[in-house]
């Protein structure tokens, strides 16, 4: 049984930053995966917001995030992160992470597809 669990989030104030991780248990590496963020505000559909490549490091980002945040991974913590620079409000959401068995980084990043899922870390920021 593999479990993501997500963490860091919390309340900052507009402008702010805030690091987010994702760890996986029950599983020594995501290696042949590609770990993807998701987000889903109140009354909102989830939302695609970046996603890495574990064997390269290659990395996709949504349009509202770009410049702003930066995904990366870690492999001796077996752990991919979400760097949130430049905070708005509108970025308050549940951020979720997500793993998918594939070689293949390309839209769309579908949450139903992935084979491991996390249970969510709340982001607010005051504006």
């Known amino acids: 049984q593999v479990l993501l669990v997500e963490s860091g989030g919390g309340l900052v104030q507009a402008g702010g930053s805030l690091r987010l991780s994702c760890a996986a248990s029950g599983r020594s590496t995501f290696s042949g995966y590609a770990v993807t963020w998701f987000r889903q505000a109140p009354g909102k559909e989830r939302e695609f917001v970046a996603a890495?490549?574990?064997?390269?490091?290659?990395?996709v980002y949504g349009d509202s995030v770009k410049g702003r945040f930066t995904i990366s991974r870690d492999n001796a913590k077996n752990t991919v992160f979400l760097q949130m620079n430049s905070l708005k409000h509108e970025d308050t959401a549940v951020y979720f992470c997500?793993?998918?068995?594939?070689?293949?980084?390309?839209?769309?990043?579908?949450?139903?597809?992935?084979?491991?899922w996390g249970q969510g870390t709340q982001v607010t920021v005051s504006s």
């Open positions: 997500a793993a998918k068995g594939t070689f293949g980084l390309s839209p769309p990043f579908q949450w139903e597809t992935n084979d491991y």
């Open positions: 890495i490549r574990w064997s390269d490091g290659n990395t």
